[in-house]
């Protein structure tokens, strides 16, 4: 089965043909990334126009690229929540407008769990159920997936995500957005012991995340270095934060998993690009003889290959939408 799938969540418009859940024909991303690194991130109005100018193009290029036509298509898929909701509906009604005018069938797409299925391509022997560590810039779930359309909530961010961590600790330190992709990369050459910094926990909620706190702290300590005009060395800095905060998601990940006695542990969303997660939580799962997935690097970011993996099995349980189909800015990944 063929799906043409769409993306248009936040900064990227996104389109791409999948067949059958897990083989990818085509994918094509137009990336803002440029134009918001002016501001220093996302600017919700100037997205909207963007992908408003992007999605025609990039659809017909999708198609192309998988030297097919609407008619070889059998299902449009969209992600439809969560997101800036401008965004979104620039994706949702284009979605619309070809499923009215070619009378294929429109699938809603959750974006979260989009970022999940990404492993299904990446990974086609993976089936669940499975415990998911999503991590991104808006969001940090530990979720149990116990069929590809029937998942549970386990642990979640009390107030920061851990990709908005990342940005908000890199532009402190100058860098440009966005910020967690260059702090990774800094952190390289850095001692990720040089700066002691907090591991903040949720009492009577162990498998749930705090950032606010260790963002904080890592901001003092850039900031009153700063005035006492002392100079910090950036690696180290930039490592020792990385290093805080992959403890808290894989301590709590782990303790999820030993708890729930699950034996496969997968990564997904833009986080988990961060080379140390990728790291610590591959030999970790060795070291327990646990099996461990995680998605491309290509495939962390945003995408509508992943949309078009996840909305292949929300099709085939008979989720799909009629031309009343909305946006929502948020939505549980349990639905």
Do not use: W
Not at 85 to 114: C, D, M, Q, Y
Not at 298 to 311: F, K
Request: charged share 20%.
């Amino acid at each position: 089965m063929k799906i043409l799938a769409i993306e248009s969540s936040c900064d990227e418009t996104a389109a791409a043909v999948v067949e059958d859940g897990r083989t990818v024909l085509s994918s094509v991303v137009a990336s803002q990334v440029e134009e918001h690194r002016l501001y220093g991130g996302v600017v919700p109005e100037i997205a909207s126009r963007r992908h408003a100018e992007a999605i025609t193009p990039v659809v017909r290029q999708a198609l192309s690229d998988a030297n097919l036509s609407l008619c070889d298509i059998e299902a449009i898929a969209v992600t439809y929540a969560p997101g800036l909701i401008g965004a979104l509906l620039v994706g949702v009604n284009f979605a619309k407008g070809l499923s009215l005018s070619t009378g294929l069938p429109l699938v809603p797409t959750h974006h979260l769990r989009s970022h999940i299925a990404s492993n299904y391509i990446s990974n086609k022997e993976l089936k669940p159920p499975f415990l998911c560590l999503v991590v991104s810039g808006g969001h940090s779930h530990i979720v149990m997936v116990e069929d590809y359309t029937k998942m549970k909530i386990i642990g979640q961010t009390r107030d920061d995500a851990a990709g908005e961590a990342f940005d908000k600790a890199a532009r402190t330190m100058g860098m440009p957005y966005p910020g967690g992709i260059e702090l990774d990369k800094v952190a390289e050459n850095g001692n990720p012991k040089a700066f002691k910094l907090p591991r903040p926990t949720v009492h009577d909620a162990p498998y749930d995340f705090s950032f606010s706190g260790l963002k904080t702290a890592v901001i003092n300590l850039i900031h009153n270095a700063s005035q006492k005009g002392e100079e910090l060395n950036k690696a180290d800095v930039c490592a020792s934060f990385r290093y805080a905060v992959v403890d808290c998601l894989t301590t709590n990940f782990l303790k999820a998993a030993q708890d729930l006695n699950v034996k496969q542990l997968v990564i997904a969303g833009g986080v988990s690009a961060n080379s140390l997660l990728r790291s610590t939580l591959s030999e970790e799962c060795k070291k327990r003889g646990l099996r461990f997935y995680m998605p491309d690097k290509s495939l962390c970011g945003d995408n509508a290959a992943m949309v078009g993996a996840q909305g292949y099995y929300e099709y085939l349980s008979g989720n799909t939408a009629k031309s009343n189909l909305n946006a929502y800015a948020t939505m549980s990944i349990e639905i």
